[in-house]
């Protein structure tokens, strides 16, 4: 629980990062001032050995020299107390020592080390055998004894003795150690101090990036993260990079969320409409074949056959708009394509004005064709497009009254052909101009029987024009007609 903030992890990781950075700083520096200190002692000690085995015989007959070495031994405790003097015969072995009974525990040193020291050969401090203690290595000075001309042994000086034999010794009796352990301490505080500021200012803009988007998980992916107290700056690090991409995700979430509802909303008015309009002409025709068989008997030949009429318009009725639902899905396919060619629009769209004149002559309306001369041919599905003609002319007659007028025009672009269908007929308000091209959209709210429409045919001809990369536009005032328009791009 503790560990759980970023932060503290940071903090708890950078603790341990400074500690072991520390306790190796103390330790380094414990060792090279141990090692300066034995050099420099080793250097100022370097002929001591010399010194003494010249002035003084040590060795008398090959046996050590008792009464000089205890004159020896009382000068040397007098002024230098700290050294331990040692002599050994050829082989290592140790025949005198000044240091107290039992305090030596070998019986022989390493001659390797003193012949690497008279050598000079290598880099001070050579360290070498020291036989109060196993295993452990000491500064020293040495020098060869003579006897007759001959060597008889060695004289072994250990510097140092046992005042540092343990690290905190040499720290408690040293000035310099002393300040390098407490400047060690104060640096891990202060880099500790230092490094938790820096981490916690470093780390804010994760904070705000982890309240933001727990905010916005709060708020049900409504409302998008906004990180307004981050100034970012065009060219900043990683992180500026990733809240910028949080904002932008999460407007892209909220959007995608509002479509889902809307799209939804949509589902459930669609489920209604198509529950509505094929629950009216099914129950009619219902209602009807249901009237022929128990009243067959009673029902003279022409309310039979009025009945059966207004039955098989319903299931017609009925057949249309399975059809076109049928269409529209097969439209709003992911895979569906239009099959592009080259055709001329306006041989078309006088072929498609033709089928549609008896029945506007029926209805006493005028319906006329505008054509340019030597229209270019257009890219496109030709089927497709006979559908897009089909329903808005439809559309025109169902929305006319008798005597009105349907123009149907084709006009010549740039670089493509408009084609505008335009009534006189109902007209339709502003604000339903939005709606018309969804799916089961009626300008009439009470969705009666006057006009026969499923709403569907606008919705048809709107996807096959984006099939097309087009679009249908609308101009209307109610009462004064409508006019639908769309364009194709021409053959270049």
Known sequence: MILRSLNRKIAVTLFGLMGLLSVFYIVAAVQSTQLYQQEIQQKLNLTLADHIAEDIPLLSDGTANQEALKELFHTLMI?????ELYLVDTTGSILAFNAPPGKVLLSEIDLEHVLDFLDGGKALPIKGTDPKSRGTLKAFSAAPVYENGQLAGYLYIVLGGENYDTVVEMIRDSYILRLLFWIGIAAFVLSLAAGLVSFNWLTRRIRQMSAGVAAFNESQFEAAIDLQRWHRKSNGDEIDAMGTTIEKMSQVIVEQFRQLRQSDITRRELIANISHDLRTPLTSMQGYLETLQIKKNDLSTDDQNKYIELAIKHSKRLGSLISDLFELAMLENPDSVANIEQFSLAELVQDVTKKFELKTSQKKLELSCILP????????DIAMIERVLENLIENA?????EGGTIRISVTAGESSLEV???????GIATDDIPKLFQRFYRVDKSRSDRIESNGLGLAIAHRILQLHDSTISVESMPGKGSCFSFDLPTHS
Request: no cysteine; proline share 8%.
């Open 420 to 426: 505008r269908v335009a009534d006189t007929g109902l």
């Open 373 to 380: 001369q030597d229209a270019p041919f257009v890219h496109g």
């Open 79 to 83: 002024v230098n107390p700290s050294i």
């Open 397 to 401: 007659i169902k929305f006319s009254n």
